[in-house]
């Protein structure tokens, strides 16, 4: 589950104040917003490469507002995908388990990856020998490496055509039913809530002005 | 089967024609002028000498180079300063690199009271006239803790390591921090969620992305440290087979009138200076990125 309560970030002149939102374990949440409006700032606050001024992030269960973002269990995947463009992509979906010392279990991790995402054509490869679709998939598996308890997208499917869109929001619907990952996304785009949100959440100049909690069976269907 | 054909290109309007031959014009006469200053040294030594033995007279221009190269080594004095110039300029690139990854590293990504300052004195050794910084660095050693080893150091081998290295660290810092700047930091923070402690971040992320911003530093390091005199003449001397390196050589050939030979360790200078340039260049290094240095742009 996700649980923020009374969240204050401030970023230079902008300030996000007061924000409490949940999402129940397991499900899908969609936030939109503006650009501009606070989205990829609370979501770096939720990840921990933003201090909190006030307020409590709850991840998992876990109070993790003082905790680096190595310990709080989630999987990040930013707008810009930064793929660490010296690592093949089997390097970069075994990083996760590398670095928490799980070599060993670092390969049967990234056969599952590999059937999940159908990343099979694409283990030897470089980034910048990605397409925007398959660069989406490398990231979201390398964030799913360690299987965090949290999976937070920042805008994944901006940078893509109409083609590649459906496809990848068909490829995170399927990942997150496979996974049971709790999830939040961030997007200015209400197709995409509507499309892949269990939870749709909306933020306005800085403050969540709506919450719309819909059981998955009000989604569109998958 | 027809041939693929390259699609034509628009035709450039006269006025830009005239706006780039004047930039080709100004540009050139500079960079011709500088070819010709290599050229004009290797151009001396081949026509200075004497004529070597009949069968060889047609090479006359080689045998001239290659006589007063071999002179040059003949010199034990020579001999020595070539050793401790090589010798001397590794450990200074080893050490400016120790330095400047770490301070390039820091005014890169971190955010720390005082940054401003350091920045500042990091152009120190880079904008203060050479026989000043010499001089800095003697009037140094007269103070505690300095002092202590002054004799071991002052006008001894340790003061060319030490003359070379202050001015070619600052020098490899700066590259380091475009470097690290030039990367985005977005990786890293992603490492960080992966699990990554800011350590191994670095380690793992953002050092192998910097290698071509590291062999250009350690180039422009080893480069300095080659050239470097005004700091060495005051703070080591030029003392004959102890503390002479090539720069130093070359003035005291001069001094004693001796300009053949002056002429031919410069030359040795630049081919020395030159195969570093292309070593680094070949092993991926970048010099147009951070220093306008060469032209190749290493892919991202």
Redesign the interface.
């Known amino acids: 589950m996700i649980a923020v309560t009374g969240l204050c970030v401030k970023s230079g002149d902008f300030e996000l104040r007061d924000l409490t939102l949940e999402v129940p374990p397991g499900r899908y949440a969609v936030l939109m917003g503006r650009t501009g409006s606070g989205k990829s700032t609370l979501l770096?606050a939720l990840?921990?490469?933003r201090p909190v001024h006030a307020g409590s992030i709850v991840l998992g269960g876990r109070d993790v507002t003082r905790l680096?973002?190595?310990h709080?269990g989630?999987?990040?995947v930013?707008q810009?995908r930064?793929?660490?463009?010296?690592m093949t992509v089997r390097r970069q979906l075994e990083?996760?388990l590398a670095?928490?010392g799980r070599a060993a279990a670092a390969a049967g991790r990234v056969a599952e990856l590999t059937d999940l995402l159908d990343l099979g054509p694409l283990l030897d490869r470089l980034p910048?020998g990605l397409s925007g679709g398959e660069a989406q998939r490398v990231t979201l598996g390398?964030?799913l490496?360690?299987e965090p308890a949290v999976l937070l997208l920042d805008e994944p499917l901006s940078a893509l055509d109409d083609e590649s869109w459906a496809s990848a929001c068909d490829v995170l619907t399927r990942v997150q039913r496979t996974t049971r990952v709790t999830v939040l996304h961030v997007t200015h785009r209400h197709e995409e809530s509507r499309r892949l949100a269990d939870v749709a959440i909306e933020l306005h100049a800085g403050r969540l002005t709506a919450t719309i909690p819909r059981s998955p069976q009000e989604a569109l269907p998958r | 089967m027809s041939r693929r054909s390259e699609p034509p290109r628009p035709t450039a309007s006269a006025a830009d024609l005239a706006f780039r031959a004047i930039l080709a014009v100004v540009g050139g006469f500079y960079v011709v002028g500088l070819a010709c200053l290599l050229l004009a040294d290797v151009a001396y030594l081949a026509t200075t000498g004497g004529a070597p033995a009949a069968p060889l007279a047609p090479l006359q221009p080689v045998w001239n180079t290659a006589h007063a190269l071999a002179g040059v080594f003949a010199d034990p004095n020579i001999r020595h300063a070539f050793v401790l110039t090589i010798v001397s300029c590794l450990v200074t690139t080893v050490l400016s690199m120790v330095v400047a990854v770490p301070l390039g590293y820091l005014l890169s990504r971190a955010r720390f009271p005082g940054r401003g300052l350091v920045d500042a004195i990091l152009d120190i050794p880079i904008v203060l006239p050479p026989l000043v910084l010499g001089i800095s660095l003697l009037i140094l050693f007269q103070f505690w803790p300095f002092r202590l080893v002054s004799r071991q150091i002052v006008f001894q081998v340790p003061a060319v390591i030490l003359a070379q290295f202050t001015v070619s660290a600052a020098f490899a810092a700066r590259i380091m921090r475009v470097g690290f700047d030039q990367i985005?930091t977005?990786?890293e923070?992603?490492?960080?969620?992966?699990?990554?402690?800011q350590a191994?971040a670095f380690w793992?992320?953002l050092l192998?992305?910097a290698v071509p911003s590291i062999v250009t530093a350690a180039t422009i390091a080893w480069a300095r440290a080659l050239g470097e005199f005004g700091p060495l003449l005051v703070f080591a001397g030029a003392t004959r087979m102890k503390t002479e390196v090539l720069s130093t050589t070359v003035f005291l050939e001069l001094s004693i009138g001796n300009l053949k030979s002056a002429v031919a360790v410069s030359v040795l200078m630049v081919a020395a200076a030159l195969a570093v340039l292309l070593i680094a260049r070949s092993s991926g290094g970048d010099m147009s990125e951070t220093t306008g240095f060469g032209g190749r742009r290493a892919?991202?």
């Open positions: 770096e990840c921990g490469l680096p973002p190595a709080r989630i999987g990040y930013p810009d930064a793929l660490f463009s010296h990083f996760a670095v928490r910048a390398r964030a490496a360690a | 985005d977005r990786q923070q992603v490492a960080l969620t992966l699990g990554c402690t191994r793992s992320v192998p992305q892919a991202r």
